[in-house]
Protein backbone atom coordinates (compact mmCIF):
# COMPACT_ATOMS: atom_id res chain seq x y z
CA UNK A 1 0.00 0.00 0.00
CA UNK A 2 1.56 3.33 -0.86
CA UNK A 3 1.11 6.28 0.77
CA UNK A 4 -1.61 7.77 -1.14
CA UNK A 5 -3.84 4.73 -0.94
CA UNK A 6 -3.38 4.87 2.75
CA UNK A 7 -4.96 8.54 2.53
CA UNK A 8 -7.60 7.53 0.38
CA UNK A 9 -8.73 5.15 2.51
CA UNK A 10 -8.67 7.10 5.61
CA UNK A 11 -11.32 9.48 4.38
CA UNK A 12 -14.59 8.28 5.93
CA UNK A 13 -17.05 7.17 3.41
CA UNK A 14 -20.39 9.88 3.26
CA UNK A 15 -23.37 9.25 4.50
CA UNK A 16 -26.05 8.29 2.43
CA UNK A 17 -29.19 11.16 2.23
CA UNK A 18 -31.24 9.52 5.24
CA UNK A 19 -27.90 8.91 7.62
CA UNK A 20 -26.81 12.76 6.52
CA UNK A 21 -29.83 14.00 6.97
CA UNK A 22 -30.03 12.14 10.18
CA UNK A 23 -27.28 13.97 11.23
CA UNK A 24 -28.20 17.39 10.29
CA UNK A 25 -31.94 16.81 12.26
CA UNK A 26 -29.16 15.37 15.32
CA UNK A 27 -27.81 19.02 15.32
CA UNK A 28 -31.26 20.13 17.29
CA UNK A 29 -29.76 19.42 20.59
CA UNK A 30 -28.28 22.53 20.53
CA UNK A 31 -31.37 24.51 19.15
CA UNK A 32 -31.99 27.73 20.81
CA UNK A 33 -35.26 26.15 22.01
CA UNK A 34 -33.25 24.62 24.59
CA UNK A 35 -31.51 28.14 26.07
CA UNK A 36 -32.38 29.00 29.65
CA UNK A 37 -33.59 31.65 28.70
CA UNK A 38 -35.96 29.93 25.82
CA UNK A 39 -37.00 27.76 29.05
CA UNK A 40 -38.16 30.49 30.95
CA UNK A 41 -40.41 32.14 28.57
CA UNK A 42 -41.75 28.83 27.61
CA UNK A 43 -42.67 27.82 31.39
CA UNK A 44 -43.94 31.68 31.94
CA UNK A 45 -41.10 32.88 34.05
CA UNK A 46 -40.11 36.04 31.98
CA UNK A 47 -41.32 39.50 33.13
CA UNK A 48 -43.08 41.98 31.02
CA UNK A 49 -39.86 43.62 30.49
CA UNK A 50 -37.80 40.61 29.64
CA UNK A 51 -40.80 39.46 26.76
CA UNK A 52 -40.52 43.37 25.47
CA UNK A 53 -36.47 43.05 25.43
CA UNK A 54 -36.70 39.75 23.57
CA UNK A 55 -39.10 41.07 21.16
CA UNK A 56 -36.89 44.08 20.52
CA UNK A 57 -34.28 42.56 20.22
CA UNK A 58 -35.39 39.86 17.82
CA UNK A 59 -36.44 42.38 15.55
CA UNK A 60 -33.10 43.04 14.34
CA UNK A 61 -32.96 39.11 13.11
CA UNK A 62 -36.26 39.59 11.42
CA UNK A 63 -35.12 42.72 9.39
CA UNK A 64 -31.89 40.99 8.33
CA UNK A 65 -33.43 37.84 7.14
CA UNK A 66 -34.61 39.12 3.91
CA UNK A 67 -31.60 41.04 3.27
CA UNK A 68 -29.45 37.52 4.03
CA UNK A 69 -31.95 35.97 1.55
CA UNK A 70 -31.17 39.13 -1.02
CA UNK A 71 -27.55 38.29 -0.47
CA UNK A 72 -28.35 34.31 -1.16
CA UNK A 73 -29.43 35.20 -4.34
CA UNK A 74 -27.20 37.23 -5.38
CA UNK A 75 -24.68 34.74 -5.31
CA UNK A 76 -27.22 32.50 -7.07
CA UNK A 77 -26.14 31.05 -10.39
CA UNK A 78 -29.07 28.71 -11.09
CA UNK A 79 -32.62 29.75 -12.05
CA UNK A 80 -34.69 27.26 -10.56
CA UNK A 81 -33.19 27.80 -7.00
CA UNK A 82 -33.80 31.80 -6.91
CA UNK A 83 -37.01 31.70 -8.15
CA UNK A 84 -37.88 29.60 -4.76
CA UNK A 85 -35.67 31.66 -2.76
CA UNK A 86 -37.53 34.81 -3.90
CA UNK A 87 -40.17 33.44 -1.83
CA UNK A 88 -38.67 34.23 1.30
CA UNK A 89 -37.61 38.02 0.99
CA UNK A 90 -41.25 38.02 -0.05
CA UNK A 91 -42.89 36.23 3.54
CA UNK A 92 -40.75 38.54 5.57
CA UNK A 93 -41.08 42.09 3.00
CA UNK A 94 -45.02 41.45 1.71
CA UNK A 95 -46.27 42.21 -0.89
CA UNK A 96 -48.89 43.69 -2.78
CA UNK A 97 -51.84 43.42 0.34
CA UNK A 98 -49.78 40.84 2.06
CA UNK A 99 -48.04 43.12 4.91
CA UNK A 100 -45.74 40.15 5.41
CA UNK A 101 -43.49 38.65 8.22
CA UNK A 102 -41.90 42.49 9.66
CA UNK A 103 -44.91 43.98 9.70
CA UNK A 104 -46.14 40.59 11.60
CA UNK A 105 -43.13 41.07 14.29
CA UNK A 106 -44.14 44.90 14.26
CA UNK A 107 -47.98 43.89 15.49
CA UNK A 108 -46.28 41.65 18.37
CA UNK A 109 -44.23 44.57 19.61
CA UNK A 110 -47.26 46.60 19.76
CA UNK A 111 -49.47 43.69 21.37
CA UNK A 112 -46.17 43.38 24.31
CA UNK A 113 -45.87 47.42 24.53
CA UNK A 114 -43.57 48.34 22.17
CA UNK A 115 -44.85 51.26 20.08
CA UNK A 116 -43.52 50.86 16.02
CA UNK A 117 -41.54 54.04 16.13
CA UNK A 118 -39.61 52.57 19.29
CA UNK A 119 -39.36 49.00 17.48
CA UNK A 120 -37.99 50.47 14.09
CA UNK A 121 -35.49 52.95 15.84
CA UNK A 122 -33.57 49.58 17.12
CA UNK A 123 -32.63 51.55 20.10
CA UNK A 124 -32.99 48.35 22.30
CA UNK A 125 -30.55 46.31 20.28
CA UNK A 126 -27.97 45.22 22.12
CA UNK A 127 -24.57 44.97 21.26
CA UNK A 128 -24.00 40.91 21.40
CA UNK A 129 -27.74 40.54 18.76
CA UNK A 130 -26.31 43.21 16.78
CA UNK A 131 -23.00 41.51 16.24
CA UNK A 132 -24.26 37.93 16.22
CA UNK A 133 -27.22 39.08 13.45
CA UNK A 134 -24.46 40.69 11.04
CA UNK A 135 -22.60 37.59 11.35
CA UNK A 136 -25.61 35.46 9.92
CA UNK A 137 -25.70 37.62 7.21
CA UNK A 138 -21.84 38.59 6.27
CA UNK A 139 -22.04 34.63 5.92
CA UNK A 140 -24.79 34.60 3.15
CA UNK A 141 -22.90 37.54 1.75
CA UNK A 142 -19.52 35.88 1.34
CA UNK A 143 -20.24 32.08 1.56
CA UNK A 144 -21.23 30.08 -1.54
CA UNK A 145 -25.16 30.32 -1.98
CA UNK A 146 -25.20 26.15 -1.28
CA UNK A 147 -23.10 26.93 2.26
CA UNK A 148 -25.54 30.02 3.37
CA UNK A 149 -28.82 27.81 2.53
CA UNK A 150 -27.56 24.90 4.55
CA UNK A 151 -26.94 27.74 7.42
CA UNK A 152 -30.38 28.73 6.99
CA UNK A 153 -31.23 24.74 8.43
CA UNK A 154 -32.36 25.77 12.14
CA UNK A 155 -35.67 26.37 10.52
CA UNK A 156 -35.66 22.40 10.69
CA UNK A 157 -36.61 23.27 14.67
CA UNK A 158 -38.42 26.35 14.16
CA UNK A 159 -41.97 25.46 13.89
CA UNK A 160 -41.62 23.46 17.32
CA UNK A 161 -40.39 26.55 18.94
CA UNK A 162 -43.66 28.49 17.24
CA UNK A 163 -46.16 25.97 18.46
CA UNK A 164 -44.94 26.03 21.93
CA UNK A 165 -45.28 30.03 22.28
CA UNK A 166 -48.67 29.67 20.22
CA UNK A 167 -49.94 27.12 23.60
CA UNK A 168 -48.12 28.68 26.01
CA UNK A 169 -48.39 32.52 25.64
CA UNK A 170 -51.65 32.74 26.30
CA UNK A 171 -51.76 31.10 29.60
CA UNK A 172 -48.88 32.43 30.79
CA UNK A 173 -48.71 35.64 29.82
CA UNK A 174 -52.15 36.96 29.23
CA UNK A 175 -51.31 40.47 29.27
CA UNK A 176 -49.73 40.12 25.62
CA UNK A 177 -53.12 40.41 23.50
CA UNK A 178 -53.30 37.09 21.22
CA UNK A 179 -53.59 38.51 17.64
CA UNK A 180 -50.14 39.66 18.55
CA UNK A 181 -49.51 36.26 17.97
CA UNK A 182 -49.69 35.92 14.21
CA UNK A 183 -46.39 35.82 13.13
CA UNK A 184 -45.80 32.52 15.22
CA UNK A 185 -49.02 30.91 13.64
CA UNK A 186 -47.97 32.30 9.64
CA UNK A 187 -44.65 30.52 10.58
CA UNK A 188 -45.17 27.05 10.82
CA UNK A 189 -45.82 26.01 7.03
CA UNK A 190 -43.88 28.54 5.69
CA UNK A 191 -40.69 27.06 7.62
CA UNK A 192 -42.10 23.49 6.27
CA UNK A 193 -41.84 24.78 3.10
CA UNK A 194 -38.47 26.31 3.26
CA UNK A 195 -36.79 23.66 5.20
CA UNK A 196 -38.11 21.27 2.10
CA UNK A 197 -36.38 23.33 -0.41
CA UNK A 198 -33.24 23.89 1.72
CA UNK A 199 -32.57 20.19 2.90
CA UNK A 200 -32.90 19.21 -0.74
CA UNK A 201 -30.18 21.80 -1.91
CA UNK A 202 -28.33 20.33 1.08
CA UNK A 203 -28.46 16.88 0.76
CA UNK A 204 -27.52 17.65 -3.44
CA UNK A 205 -24.71 19.54 -2.66
CA UNK A 206 -22.57 18.31 0.33
CA UNK A 207 -22.06 14.39 -0.97
CA UNK A 208 -18.83 13.73 -0.10
CA UNK A 209 -18.11 13.15 3.59
CA UNK A 210 -16.06 16.03 3.95
CA UNK A 211 -18.26 18.04 2.38
CA UNK A 212 -21.00 16.71 4.89
CA UNK A 213 -18.60 17.04 7.64
CA UNK A 214 -18.33 20.81 6.50
CA UNK A 215 -22.60 21.09 6.65
CA UNK A 216 -22.55 20.35 9.88
CA UNK A 217 -20.02 22.68 10.76
CA UNK A 218 -22.36 25.47 8.80
CA UNK A 219 -24.96 24.47 10.89
CA UNK A 220 -23.58 25.00 13.93
CA UNK A 221 -22.20 28.15 13.16
CA UNK A 222 -25.90 29.38 12.41
CA UNK A 223 -26.82 27.68 16.02
CA UNK A 224 -24.57 29.40 17.70
CA UNK A 225 -25.33 32.57 15.98
CA UNK A 226 -29.30 31.61 17.73
CA UNK A 227 -27.82 30.74 21.19
CA UNK A 228 -25.39 34.08 21.28
CA UNK A 229 -28.35 36.06 20.48
CA UNK A 230 -30.12 34.52 23.43
CA UNK A 231 -27.02 34.69 25.79
CA UNK A 232 -27.15 38.37 24.90
CA UNK A 233 -30.16 39.26 25.75
CA UNK A 234 -30.65 37.21 28.68
CA UNK A 235 -27.77 39.44 30.27
CA UNK A 236 -28.89 41.73 29.10
CA UNK A 237 -32.56 42.01 31.02
CA UNK A 238 -31.57 39.81 34.02
O1 LIG B 1 -38.41 32.14 16.45
C1 LIG B 1 -37.46 31.42 16.22
O2 LIG B 1 -36.90 30.76 17.10
C2 LIG B 1 -36.98 31.37 14.83
C3 LIG B 1 -35.81 30.72 14.50
C4 LIG B 1 -35.36 30.75 13.17
C5 LIG B 1 -34.16 29.98 12.89
O3 LIG B 1 -34.07 28.86 13.40
O4 LIG B 1 -33.25 30.46 12.23
C6 LIG B 1 -36.09 31.49 12.22
C7 LIG B 1 -37.30 32.07 12.66
N1 LIG B 1 -37.72 32.01 13.92
C8 LIG B 1 -38.13 32.78 11.76
O5 LIG B 1 -39.20 33.25 12.16
C9 LIG B 1 -37.73 32.96 10.41
O6 LIG B 1 -38.45 33.57 9.63
C10 LIG B 1 -36.49 32.42 10.01
C11 LIG B 1 -35.81 32.50 8.80
C12 LIG B 1 -34.63 31.86 9.02
C13 LIG B 1 -33.49 31.70 8.12
O7 LIG B 1 -32.44 31.27 8.60
O8 LIG B 1 -33.61 32.02 6.92
N2 LIG B 1 -34.59 31.39 10.27
C14 LIG B 1 -35.72 31.71 10.89
Known sequence: MNANTKEATAVAAPWDRTEFEAQLRAKG?????????????????????????????????????????????????????????????????????????????????????????????????VPGVRFAVDAYLNFARRSPWQEAVCSSLTEMFAPKIHKDRLANWPQHYPWIETTGLQYFRSRISLAERDVEHGLAVTLDHFTTRVQQDRALDILQLKLDILWSMLDAIDKAYP
Open 29 to 125: AGYHIHHPFNVKMTNGELTHEQIRGWVANRFYYQIIIPQKDGAIISNCDDRETRRKWVLRILDHDGWEDNEGGIEAWTALGKAVGISREDLWSLKFV
